[in-house]
């Protein structure tokens, strides 16, 4: 029989039964109220090591062995976690060596999770022993489907151990000092190095300001996390078990570059924790980032994924942490599966009667009881999603890419640039949100990423190029594809050392037309504004001013001087200008023909209006497949997920009120190939609907 990783929608959640050993008649009960909330799936022993293992060497399975077995014979299932994610107190207290060094340089004591060296060989050691042998217990019993390797990996360790890692991880990759240090750009400040044994990882009360020792420090920790998860992986596959794995992720995570661990993962899981009726941008703003979260963690393998976290109500670790309203944890459900998810788990099943998260939001509450408004939204949940197991093998298809990329981010806040801040991840959003509001779908990919299967690439800010980067944009719009970049783009190595010669390097600045002069940072109160289209549309945070390739005069005209550029085949084309300050009339956005496609330059942050209009007119021009054949009313957004013959659009409704959406072609409900089609969708508050085209 196939996996119910491939023919059911998993529902559940972080299942804790090792907190609850001493109380026989809960443990009964959970069961029951499993079964009642349509739970098919539980995630167990991800933080259980001491009661895996209560004192070194000695291991004690049993109760995991009756919880996995009593679970499966009522048809639930078990994510296997390794417990890596927090040590016992006699580990820490043994064997000091486990626990992680600071940024200070200081040793930490025992306590919190995730306070544990990647490099330690006694921590790997007992990591490896506890992995083997939960593996060879549970690898092959049938109610096992998955495991789960230890929990949001995090962090850093700066001992001695990691310096020394860090060091080798340097000259594998520069050989020599010579090559680190022309790397670096050392000679600045006269910061040359002479020995590999002066190198540190970068602290506060050190060396900060090497710009490429911090790039590389970030890409360090990235690489000493992948490594310690395939060790944990390979402990498994020591003890028998041949189950795919995954590990939890956390959406846009800063200190990890995501991408490294794509081959890695079998599946793609992570955990969503939008502020949901909290954030003062409003509940719109909100579903559109988190849309962009799923994006970005379905891209990584571009297959479906498993939403492993979220809350069935409210989280406990905000400033402020507000319910979610009647109808919003189903809507959320219904906007992860629309985006590839094939499961909706929470954290937690039971709320903790102790410890820090004993007030997050749970499936049953202290209360104990179904007759809950939460218990009762989460069986609705798992009905639902009953009704969509033939979506599990179907996924979002999407013909545009929206480059986020991760060292480029980490290159650019560590950079003495224009302003503080340069809103990256934001400005991606801005890009990110037409689309959102259109109903077309986008992969959220990095630099790396093959570009083959997309029309339109967006790259904003994409201040790094690697090496190949501007070679693979470059072949992308020469064969045919549209290309947008923008300001701030194409200037540095993947040292942070800048490109000498015209700029966007590598040949881009032909692909675009224009060339980068300088750049003009805004304060939050200023603006200044273009006309595009007949519409006038405001710019902030930085103003680049780039020249087209082409003859170049000023003309003093009644306003002042004015840039004027000649026109002609090897230059970019002119459509907006700058209004305001002493650039008025320089390019603000720019369209150049390449080869066989297209290459837009927007030299400014625009507000997302412009982006509105403007993806729209270019979703025309390239034939963009829209999810559903409508005009979207606001807050409103419809997502598609293909495959096998299967074609399925779910749309959602982020407005508390109730939106009609006139269809141009008519649609089914999913699952009635015999319902009536219909022109017209009605939607209730934070309501949605599964239809077929």
């Not at 000493?224 to 939890?248: C, H, I, Q, Y």
């Not at 995570?253 to 954030?279: E, G, I, N, Q």
Request: charged share 25%.
């Amino acid at each position: 029989m196939a996996s119910i990783l491939n023919r059911a929608m998993l529902h559940g959640g972080d299942y804790n039964p090792d907190q609850w050993l001493s109380s026989p008649d809960i443990l009964a009960r959970d069961i029951e109220l499993m079964k009642q909330a349509h739970v098919n799936c539980v995630s167990l022993a991800i933080f259980a090591w001491s009661a895996l293992e209560p004192e070194e060497g000695v291991y004690t399975f049993d109760w995991l062995q009756n919880v996995i077995d009593r679970l499966y014979e009522n048809g639930i299932y078990t994510v296997l976690a390794t417990p890596s994610g927090a040590r016992p107190a006699w580990m820490a207290q043994k064997y000091p060596e486990v626990l992680r060094v600071d940024e200070t340089l200081h040793r930490n004591h025992y306590g919190d999770r995730h306070n544990h060296c990647y490099t330690s060989p006694i921590y790997r050691e007992k990591v490896w022993e506890m992995d083997s042998r939960l593996s060879k217990a549970f690898g092959n019993h049938p109610g096992v489907i998955l495991w789960h390797i230890s929990n949001e990996y995090s962090g850093a360790c700066y001992c001695p151990l990691c310096q020394e890692e860090f060091r080798r991880f340097l000259k594998k990759k520069y050989k020599t000092l010579d090559a680190l240090n022309a790397a670096y750009w050392t000679g600045f400040w006269s910061h040359t190095y002479t020995d590999w044994s002066q190198i540190e990882a970068p602290v506060p009360r050190g060396e900060m300001l090497l710009h490429g020792l911090s790039v590389d420090w970030h890409r360090f920790v990235t690489q000493r996390t992948v490594d310690f998860f395939n060790w944990e992986k390979a402990a498994v596959r020591a003890g028998g078990s041949e189950l795919p794995v995954t590990t939890n992720l956390m959406s846009f995570y800063y200190d990890l570059d995501y991408t490294k661990f794509a081959d890695s993962l079998d599946l793609v899981s992570w955990d969503s924790y939008p502020s949901w009726r909290t954030d003062p941008r409003g509940d719109v703003a909100v579903a559109i980032h988190t849309a962009m979260a799923h994006d970005y963690m379905r891209s990584l393998k571009r297959q479906p994924f498993l939403l492993m976290e979220n809350t069935p109500n409210q989280v406990n670790w905000k400033q402020i942490n507000r319910l979610k309203a009647p109808g919003q944890n189903l809507l959320a459900a219904m906007q992860a599966v629309a985006h590839g998810s094939n499961s909706v788990q929470y954290f937690q099943w039971r709320q903790s009667r102790g410890g820090n998260e004993k007030f997050h939001g749970a499936v049953v509450d202290h209360y104990g009881e179904p007759d809950t408004r939460v218990f009762r939204e989460v069986a609705e949940v798992g009905k639902t999603l009953e009704q969509l197991a033939p979506l599990c093998k179907t996924c979002p298809q999407p013909q545009v890419a929206l480059i986020l990329d991760r060292e480029n981010e980490w290159a650019i806040d560590e950079a003495c640039s224009p302003r503080k801040p340069m809103r990256y991840e934001e400005t991606l959003e801005s890009h990110y949100q037409a689309f959102w509001r259109l109903g077309i779908g986008v992969d959220v990919v990095s630099a790396d990423a093959d570009l083959t299967p997309y029309r339109l690439v967006i790259a904003p800010m994409l201040y790094m190029y690697r090496e190949g980067v501007a070679e693979k944009l470059r072949a992308f719009v020469e064969a045919g594809g549209t290309l947008v970049g923008t300001y701030w783009s194409g200037l540095v190595d993947e040292n942070d050392l800048c490109y000498l010669g015209p700029t966007p390097a590598g040949g881009m600045h032909e692909v675009f037309g224009v060339r980068y002069q300088e750049i003009d940072p805004l304060r939050d109160t200023d603006e200044n504004a273009m006309t595009w289209n007949d519409k006038t549309y405001a710019l902030h945070d930085l103003c680049e001013l780039v020249e087209p390739l082409a003859d170049r005069w000023v003309e003093e005209g009644e306003d002042g001087p004015t840039a004027c550029f000649a026109a002609n085949e090897k230059t970019a084309e002119i459509l907006a200008c700058y209004e305001k300050d002493f650039y008025a009339g320089y390019p603000a956005l720019t369209v150049h023909n390449f080869g066989k496609g297209k290459a837009y330059y927007l030299a400014s942050r625009a507000e997302d209006a412009f982006y509105v209009d403007f993806y729209t007119k270019l979703a025309g021009e390239l034939s963009l497949s829209r999810a559903l054949d409508a005009d979207l009313p606001e807050g409103v957004t419809a997502t598609l997920r293909e495959g096998e013959g299967c074609k399925v659009v779910c749309v959602q409704n982020f407005n508390t009120e109730p939106v009609s959406i006139s269809l141009r072609t008519p649609v089914r409900p999913f699952g009635e190939p015999d319902g009536e089609a219909v022109t017209t969708l009605s939607l209730p508050g934070y309501g949605f609907a599964f239809v077929t085209p």
